[in-house]
């Protein structure tokens, strides 16, 4: 009896839904999944962590992401993949109605210069306090920046799917997209290029949940992103 009233306790309260990637590009891990795996089921700021892991694949991520938006009806989402060669955790601004994919995804498509969604709008704004999860992290030491470009492979698809559905299924929600560096052990064979340790990965990460969960009204003040 007790365990049911605790389990259901369980699952009605406020979640956030947190993604990443399997590795790609003949990578054997991808820093997004193991972030993902770090901190499902935690709670965070009373709300309960719920990770998924989505495919490399143009053609699954779009209908497995509106399957687990709607099972878990999350009143936060953050969507992350790794951008091999960025230093920071990179918060991404703006989703783009765009696919153009430098290499084939794990499934073998590779589409160029066509749209996420047919008739949807150019572009979305991530819903995130962007510039107070930033500062936060500045604040705590983790290395984190804004980003205005999530590219136009899998993430940015992603991202833009994320964003639209947020927009005309679940406007209550918020959410976005965080691109992550290399760990260090996938820098091992490319000297000079950054990384980040997986502890540092997922105390940032934690952090951001925290600032977006508790921060309704992003802060004022100059970003100026240059890429
Ligand atoms: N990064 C890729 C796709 C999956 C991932 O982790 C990207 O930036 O599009």
């Known amino acids: ?34 972030i993902v795996e770090r901190l499902d089921g935690r709670r965070i700021g009373g709300r309960r962590i719920v990770g998924a ?21 999350p009143e936060l989402v953050i969507a992350l993949g790794q951008a091999g060669g960025r230093a920071e955790l990179s ?14 995804d794990n499934d073998g498509a590779q589409p160029v210069d066509r749209p996420v969604i047919a008739d949807a709008p150019a572009a979305y704004f991530s819903t995130l306090p962007v ?28 991202f833009f799917v994320l964003a ?21 052990v996938q820098t091992a064979g490319r000297p000079g290029q950054p ?6 990965m997922v105390e940032g990460v934690a952090a951001a949940i ?5 921060t309704t009204e992003d802060l004022h003040i100059a970003g100026g992103s240059t890429h």
């Open 164 to 184: 639209h559905l947020l927009a005309t299924r679940q406007p209550a929600a918020r959410g976005g997209f965080v691109h992550v560096p290399w760990l260090p």
């Open 1 to 34: 009896m007790t365990t049911r009233r605790n389990s259901t306790a369980a699952r009605s309260a406020p979640c956030v839904l947190l993604t990443g990637f399997e590795a790609f590009d003949g990578a054997a891990v991808n820093p997004s999944q193991a």
């Open 53 to 73: 892991t989505l495919p490399v694949a143009f053609a699954r991520t779009g209908p497995l992401l509106r399957d687990l938006l709607e099972r878990h009806r």
């Open 195 to 200: 990384s980040m340790a997986l502890e540092t």
């Open 210 to 214: 925290a600032c977006a969960a508790s």
């Open 131 to 158: 510039k107070a999860i930033v500062a936060d992290l500045q604040m705590r030491g983790i290395p984190a920046a804004l980003s205005l470009s999530a590219g136009s492979y899998v993430c940015n698809q992603v």
């Open 91 to 104: 918060f991404e601004r703006v989703a783009v109605n765009l696919l153009d994919a430098r290499i084939a």
